[in-house]
């Protein structure tokens, strides 16, 4: 069998797999990451080394093989293991890093013949289909739970078993229906364009659960679009355009009796690879653009260019929620909205919550790592 | 007296107030800011008019002043009216813009001798002193609140009088203090460098509250030090070092039996102006730096002195918390450590618990309301 092979160059390690793999590890890098139980506490895996205490000049001074675990000695007198497999999981290359990008499928309206879906009782009952259905969710950026018995709360009950529910100034969670008065026109009958929720948070809401409680009324079917593919349009039609929005900050702004919540980012946000990371859009909410004034008329259109991608029909995915459904999404990836409906001959009841992002994922993460240990 | 004029030039409106200041609006975001009840919902302020419908070509035709409220007619025949301090108040000029940056002062050790305070028993029976502590709070990222009661628990009681206590996997509240086999450094007596808790969560903690319920044991001395001003000496000494930061995310991650936490984001957060918004910074939960080859060895040199920035003793504030003592921390500004104690010679117990930033802006927003009012 070939073995890994490992050389001292540059002051970095480089190191080449059987297959033709080959990567370059700088000393700083691979000191720091030393994995002995006087850098990292053997218990919680959490850096005991302090990065200050490595010398400037840190090098290799020797390598040695072992069963493709490579041995380092450092100018410092330390000596580190690190494992064949995990120097190439972490490989600085852009092949390695591309590797390492969690899977994500753009989606159109084509989605409803396979929708990324669970059933309640299920998911319950194997931690399988919860991890499934996890993934799923995690790819696309929503999915359907069906058989989610329809009384009240539920939702929060849904949201606390793969996350943490967050209590905001709507309370734990909220009813989405028409009543008279309201201070939100999601409480309404009214049609409600495709929109991430309260992007006036900070943190804005990572995940929204909207359960279906009832729904007999005419009209009041919901509309979800991935938003992450009309960016993505948006960046192959207009460069210019993309970008500006993925600069310039908007400020949201919610404001009633009890509350006045602001926030300001990006209506297309970016990582620093230039990835699509989250998207921050609701024309309800927006307040007045606050930018140097040159940029405001080219933002606009940028702006409106945006808005008309995320309103085509071929990138809607349109259905009507049963009693007994529940909606999960990623709320800025899955853009949602509603038709009007008419509250004078029949209910539309939902309620939804708010989860955040980190406790799914550490769920669905805890789900992999016990199956791969099974 | 000398009034408001304003005249339309190149599409736009141009405003001149009798102190000289000016300002120009431009078509666009002057018709979509229009504040009349069939574009603004009249209750909550939500915008009804959808952007989109504003024909490209939009332009005033006509304007009016009236007791220096600025009446446009438009090209779609649509009519609006402005108050005069509204549209000076959201010009977009350098000056305005900078008017309307929230109030900021840098501090180092020498804050010691005027520690934003307040009076536990004083902000529950004073709105003023409530809104005094949340400006002064807000203004320098942190706060002590005296005489809080030393029993358990409590923490989460002052959490959610300012805004709401987020629940994660360590629950609403967490004790801090030495116990057998931690899963967290934080869990035992060692020192602690200056860092920003949980950034391996999305989204990270906003706000942490540290209530002091014993401290006898010798040592343990918090440690704070103000990460923007650290930020600003990086600026100003190494200006490649900075956008280093400020460019590239850090993978931080936290993993136990029952989580796996992990999240990416730049250890220097800028704002869309180049104004430093957040600082990340945890040597103990940072994953292995994944970026491209060439960028490690200089990320590493910025890396290593923005942390030694971190511990220059002019910027530290030291205090020790006594039982009653409750500080609150903007967790992505005021970088929070200890000294190491001696758990056999005596107690040192602190109960934290996580809120997020939007429910105290809230109130601090609220509460200013109330004041202007009354």
Redesign the interface.
């Known amino acids: 069998m070939a073995t890994v092979r490992a050389m001292i160059q540059n002051g970095r390690v480089a190191v080449a797999w059987p297959d033709g793999r080959r990567a370059?590890f700088?000393a700083?890098?691979l000191r720091?990451?030393c994995a002995c139980a006087t850098c990292r506490?053997p218990?919680?895996?959490?850096?005991?080394l302090?990065?200050?205490d490595i010398p400037d000049d840190i090098a290799p001074v020797d390598l040695e093989l072992a069963d493709s675990d490579l041995h380092v000695i450092w100018s410092d007198m330390h000596e580190s293991r690190y494992a064949g497999t995990w120097l190439r999981d972490?490989a600085?290359?852009?092949e390695a890093?591309n590797e390492?990008r969690s899977r994500r499928t753009l989606w159109g309206a084509e989605i409803a013949n396979d929708l990324p879906r669970g059933d309640w009782a299920e998911i319950r009952r194997s931690p399988e289909a919860e991890r499934d259905y996890l993934a799923r969710y995690g790819e696309f950026g929503f999915g359907l739970i069906d058989n989610v018995p329809a009384k009240n709360g539920m939702v929060v009950e849904v949201g606390n078993r793969f996350g943490?529910?967050?209590?905001?100034?709507y309370g734990a969670y909220f009813d989405v229906r028409s009543v008279p008065?309201?201070?939100?026109?999601a409480y309404t009958a009214v049609a409600l364009?495709v929109h991430t929720d309260n992007p006036?948070?900070?943190?804005?809401p990572?995940v929204q659960l909207l359960h279906c409680l009832e729904s007999d009324a005419p009209g009041g079917e919901s509309i979800l679009v991935d938003g992450f593919r009309a960016a993505e349009d948006l960046r192959h039609g207009d460069r210019a355009a993309f970008e500006l929005l993925a600069?310039?900050?908007l400020s949201f702004?919610?404001?009633?009796r009890?509350?006045?919540?602001?926030?300001?980012t990006?209506v297309i946000q970016l990582?620093?690879d230039g990835v699509v990371a989250a998207i921050h859009f609701n024309?309800?909410?927006?307040a007045?653009?606050?930018?140097?004034?040159e940029e405001?008329?080219p933002w606009?259109r940028a702006?409106?260019r945006f808005?008309?991608l995320l309103?085509r029909p071929e990138n809607e995915l349109r259905l009507r929620l049963a009693p007994g459904q529940l909606l999960m999404l990623q709320n800025d990836r899955a853009l949602h909205g509603r038709e009007a409906f008419d509250p004078n001959l029949g209910r539309r009841h939902l309620q939804g919550c708010y989860v955040?992002?980190?406790?799914i994922?550490?769920r669905l993460?805890?789900l992999s790592?016990d199956e791969a240990a099974a």
């Open positions: 370059e700088p700083i890098w720091d990451n506490h218990g919680n895996g959490q850096r005991l302090d990065t200050l972490h600085l290359t852009p890093r390492r943490h529910v967050r209590v905001t100034n008065d309201p201070t939100n026109l364009g006036y948070r900070d943190p804005e990572g600069h310039r900050h702004r919610f404001s009633d009890d509350a006045d919540l602001s926030a300001r990006p990582d620093d024309n309800r909410s927006a007045p653009l606050d930018a140097p004034l405001v008329e606009y702006y409106r808005a008309r309103r955040d992002k980190d406790g994922a550490s993460a805890v790592r």
